[in-house]
């Protein structure tokens, strides 16, 4: 069936979901076996053998992920940090330099400053937003892996892919693209000259706030027998259900992308003239630096706004006096929150060159009615 679906929202519900072939349920059934009958030893049926190296259930949710992004390969993994980490250790040896936006997720900078660190593997950190400066520091010493995310967390900078991907080819650095914020439903990296791409599935693909998880999506044959090779013998894997969960939220990832866009550009358009409100990060606004490169490489804006406010008491009061967001970590489900990144998801990069201004608040917003989130934020703004 799958053959007939070519436009990203076909894809999206039918990639890897080929009907039940002995019942014909059109859902296929979730296979929580961890091991698997042979037909004498070694007479492994479609190569399942063990749960760890293989599963129906995830087998389906890769070749979904691999379609919706454009990929020949893609890999499913417990959580965003260890399709991170599994990259890595497929990319990088001892000595080898990891070029890091500026601007990121700070389990991103831990994993690399406080884990990998240790092994050997160096980091700096540039404005990726700025071309120029991505190529001085390249000049001044070529990096192993060119790591970025755009949009950006949580200032929602904007990284010209297309461009990245030149500086990347002309000094042999791999570039890699976080696509979480952004998702295959309004960006492909791969299309546009990237490397490969890191998915937080646990953000909008799941998109319920319901399951944790990760994935890495490439075209690369060499590197992705070696992703594979560690996929099975590190062993972060998903589980059954954790991946079924993902595939069935990644079925209406399309139309919750666009209902997201359309509430976080009422969001940040209303924000935008707010005199409590001293700055406001969204790229769909005219006004951002990189609303141009964001128009040509984006099908719309996302759901992502941060604002910055007077003070960080200022943002501390806010973010905990809205009542419709939620004060949470995380992100991209279908209930809008809000977070305070320098205590929360970014605490772990205070004092780097990622730090987060104390004076930012991350709204992740869902797909409610934006007249109530647009009324709980006034009412947030005015205590």
């Given at each position: 069936m799958t053959h007939f679906a070519r436009a990203f929202a076909s894809l999206a519900v039918h990639a890897g979901q080929e009907f039940d072939p002995t019942t014909g349920a059109v859902i296929p059934p979730v296979h929580f076996s961890t091991t698997y009958a042979q037909d004498g030893i070694g007479g492994l049926r479609q190569g399942y053998e063990y749960g760890r190296s293989?599963?129906?259930?995830?087998?389906?949710l890769q070749t979904q992920l691999a379609a919706i992004e454009g990929?020949?390969?893609?890999?499913?993994?417990?959580?965003?940090?260890?399709?991170?980490?599994?990259?890595?250790?497929?990319?990088?040896?001892?000595?080898?330099?990891?070029?890091?936006?500026?601007?990121?997720?700070?389990?991103?900078?831990?994993?690399?400053?406080?884990?990998?660190?240790?092994?050997?593997?160096r980091l700096r950190v540039v404005d990726m937003s700025d071309a120029d400066a991505v190529r001085t520091a390249v000049a001044e010493h070529a990096p192993r892996v060119l790591w970025v995310e755009t949009p950006s967390n949580p200032l929602l900078r904007?990284?010209?892919?297309?461009?990245?991907?030149?500086?990347?080819?002309?000094?042999?650095?791999?570039?890699?693209?976080?696509?979480?914020?952004?998702?295959?439903?309004?960006?492909?990296?791969?299309?546009?000259?990237?490397?490969?791409?890191?998915?937080?599935?646990?953000?909008?693909l799941g998109g319920h706030s319901d399951v944790v998880g990760g994935a890495v999506v490439l075209n690369d044959d060499g590197l992705a027998e070696r992703i594979g090779f560690l996929q099975y013998a590190v062993g972060a894997v998903s589980g059954p259900m954790d991946a079924w969960l993902t595939t069935r939220g990644i079925k209406t990832l399309d139309?919750?992308?666009?209902?997201?866009?359309?509430?976080?550009?009422?969001?940040?358009?209303?924000?935008?003239?707010?005199?409590?409100?001293?700055?406001?990060?969204?790229?769909?606004?005219?006004?951002?630096?990189?609303?141009?490169i964001a128009a040509r490489q984006m099908s719309a804006f996302g759901g992502i706004v941060s604002l910055t406010l007077e003070s960080g008491e200022a943002a501390r009061r806010f973010a905990e006096a809205t009542?419709?967001?939620?004060?949470?970590?995380?992100?991209?489900?279908?209930?809008?929150?809000?977070?305070?990144?320098?205590?929360?998801?970014?605490?772990?990069?205070?004092?780097?060159?990622?730090?987060?201004?104390?004076?930012?608040?991350?709204?992740?917003?869902?797909?409610e009615d934006s007249a109530d989130l647009l009324a709980d934020l006034e009412q947030a703004l005015g205590a």
């Amino acid at each position: 069936m799958t053959h007939f679906a070519r436009a990203f929202a076909s894809l999206a519900v039918h990639a890897g979901q080929e009907f039940d072939p002995t019942t014909g349920a059109v859902i296929p059934p979730v296979h929580f076996s961890t091991t698997y009958a042979q037909d004498g030893i070694g007479g492994l049926r479609q190569g399942y053998e063990y749960g760890r190296s293989g599963n129906p259930t995830r087998t389906a949710l890769q070749t979904q992920l691999a379609a919706i992004e454009g990929g020949a390969h893609a890999f499913s993994f417990a959580s965003g940090l260890a399709a991170e980490d599994t990259l890595l250790r497929a990319l990088l040896s001892p000595g080898d330099e990891v070029l890091l936006g500026s601007d990121v997720y700070g389990g991103t900078h831990r994993l690399l400053a406080r884990v990998l660190g240790p092994w050997g593997v160096r980091l700096r950190v540039v404005d990726m937003s700025d071309a120029d400066a991505v190529r001085t520091a390249v000049a001044e010493h070529a990096p192993r892996v060119l790591w970025v995310e755009t949009p950006s967390n949580p200032l929602l900078r904007i990284t010209d892919i297309a461009g990245l991907a030149a500086i990347g080819r002309e000094s042999g650095a791999i570039v890699v693209v976080d696509n979480t914020f952004a998702t295959p439903a309004l960006q492909r990296p791969l299309q546009l000259g990237a490397d490969v791409v890191v998915h937080s599935t646990t953000k909008y693909l799941g998109g319920h706030s319901d399951v944790v998880g990760g994935a890495v999506v490439l075209n690369d044959d060499g590197l992705a027998e070696r992703i594979g090779f560690l996929q099975y013998a590190v062993g972060a894997v998903s589980g059954p259900m954790d991946a079924w969960l993902t595939t069935r939220g990644i079925k209406t990832l399309d139309v919750r992308m666009q209902r997201h866009s359309e509430n976080a550009t009422a969001i940040a358009e209303y924000l935008s003239g707010h005199e409590r409100v001293a700055q406001v990060h969204y790229p769909g606004l005219a006004t951002h630096p990189g609303h141009g490169i964001a128009a040509r490489q984006m099908s719309a804006f996302g759901g992502i706004v941060s604002l910055t406010l007077e003070s960080g008491e200022a943002a501390r009061r806010f973010a905990e006096a809205t009542r419709l967001f939620q004060l949470a970590e995380s992100l991209g489900g279908v209930e809008s929150l809000v977070n305070y990144p320098d205590a929360m998801t970014h605490a772990s990069v205070r004092g780097t060159d990622a730090a987060v201004p104390e004076e930012v608040v991350r709204l992740s917003v869902g797909i409610e009615d934006s007249a109530d989130l647009l009324a709980d934020l006034e009412q947030a703004l005015g205590a």
